[in-house]
């Protein structure tokens, strides 16, 4: 196979990849194993940190070390309670990028940047974008409502070319891409990238069970949903019996449930109870959340284990973007990447031709 075209952006000269598409932190998911693929094919892999216990996350950033020497990173929850402590450990191990799913205090950017890591939290909104370029970040990824997990009402198509137009730093587009053609489309509206996490936990890479792999390729355009029944903020996911059952449940049928899912993350993440609480305080300041929204968050984690990890869609929920309708084969990292990345530079051409004097 030759090698595939090289698109320089602001992202790859910021990484130090070969190519500018990141595998999206996904918890449950984004392992060391998908990383180290996703490093190998030239792209950005983000390891996803929040369903892990911090030796669990320094086991798993020693493992792609020793794989790859390609640059990787580590998504953060900013709103944790140990999360100075995470960034002194991707400080410790020489990780290259830091990503977070919400703005990070300013002293852990001035933490991370003054010992040369980039940092890259994800927003959906111009106003947010804007306050963390002025607290020194240096690019943010922008999801569209196509997204899936947590997500916004605003599609990627008007969300990025707005904060593009409002920031300058480096925007990488998430939130409706799976090829060359999107990657192409997210280059022309002035983003350095695109961010991918349906796309790669579709991949023979992915450790998430084959049976469910299927699962996935068996939904259409309308096979997602948006529900604030999981965890009290809208959350897309695959609208399986499960999704569609909790999003016909009242408040008190999902109380027992939820709040012995919540006992069992507590017990899985190992944190005292005073840490447990700890942590749940910090998220309530950072997101804003109700207490009555706080209950359903720390049932999130065990619900998506349920359905990635353990294979059980009856008692667990599937993240996944409208893209999932896109999708109907399962490459290896490589072969996705190449393709992506040929692809695009097809489509850049394509269009240059067609420029007149």
Known sequence: MTTPPMISTALTQLTGVEHPIVQTGMGWVAGSRL???????GALGILASATMTFDELEQQIIKVKERTDRPFGVNLRADAGDAAERV??????GVKVASFALAPRRELIDRLKENDIVVIPSIGAVRHAEKVAAWGVDAVMVQGGEGGG???AVPTSILLPSVVSAVDIPVIAAGGFHDGRGLAAALAYGAAGVGMGTRFLLTSDSAVPEEIKQRYLGFGLDGTV?????????????????????EGSSGLSRLVPTMRRSLEFKKFSGLSWPAFLKDGLSMKKATGRSWAQMSL?????????????????????????QVVGMIDDLPSCEDL????????????????AQLIG
Not at 226 to 246: C, I, N, S, Y
């Open 88 to 93: 002194e450990l991707l400080i410790r191990h």
């Open 226 to 246: 948006v529900t604030t029944k999981a965890d009290g903020m809208p959350h897309r996911l695959l609208r399986t019996e499960f999704v569609e059952g909790l």
């Open 297 to 321: 968050a720390a049932n999130t984690p065990m619900l998506l284990k349920a359905g990635l990890v353990d294979g059980d869609t009856e008692a667990g929920m599937l993240a996944a973007g």
């Open 337 to 352: 990447v190449d393709r992506i990345v040929r692809d695009a530079a097809d489509q850049l051409r394509r269009a240059a």
């Open 150 to 152: 947590h997500t916004g």
């Open 35 to 41: 990383v180290t693929a996703t490093a190998q094919a």
